[in-house]
């Protein structure tokens, strides 16, 4: 999903971050009211693998643009039999599982500790929810996603073992995003869109009801997202979803000019309200 249907006075950025280049030019338009962000993280053309992106770049990018919530949309895979290919999951939890990414933006020479006990902003993903579940959409709410590093999908053994501990779904991509969107103060949560069954269960996957599921996925969180940020952009015009208690402070910082400490704003929060529409 590249284009919104409804996104006006639209134009792309193309932003140069101290981590590099993120995945693709930044859109930004003004969707139902609402001014937004898109960045595909695989880019256009869906071109850089999961271990690929660059997510500080990503990330950066969307916090230089002043963006203060970001909406992550994941095509996923599922671990519970309840969890139905075509459902929309919101997850609460995180397990990484991934390796050697790039995952914080705090290093040489600065050194913080970040809170990461609720990953994914719950006023956000409980918004979402609300929405999707109006909308009519099968939703499920809470759960955790494993993030493997991938570009493989899992094995049957690793799949065996991740439903084993309770996971609710798999993917490539929620990590290290959700942790440098926390480093940077971002509201951030998750639509995971189940495409298929992982690996453990029986039922035979073939490429047509994997891309069948993809499409119809893609429909649905479209209009998802295209009601979705009307309540989102409500919450946050009355700052209310800005004070967030859930937000944990750093809780040290050895250099205090190069990050805003709790309380402070950030430098570079010049706009609000730019929910960032993600695609996989
Ligand atoms: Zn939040």
Redesign the pocket.
Known sequence: MYALEGLRDVCELKICTPFGNPSDAVVIGTLEGSRVAFLPRHGRGHRINPSEVNHRANIYALKTLGVE?IISVSACGSLKEELHPRDMVFPDQVFDRTKGRASTFFEKGIVAHIGMANPY????AQRLYDTATGLGFRTHRGGTYVCIEGPQFSTKAESKVYRSLGFSVIGMTNVPECKLARESEI???SVALVTDYDVWHEEPVTIDMVIGNLNANTANVKQLLKTAVRHVARRSADGR?LR?R??PPVRHLDRQQAHPLEGEEGPQAVDREIPRLIDR
């Open positions: 919530q902003c719950p006023e956000l509201c951030y949560a979803h967030m859930h937000r």
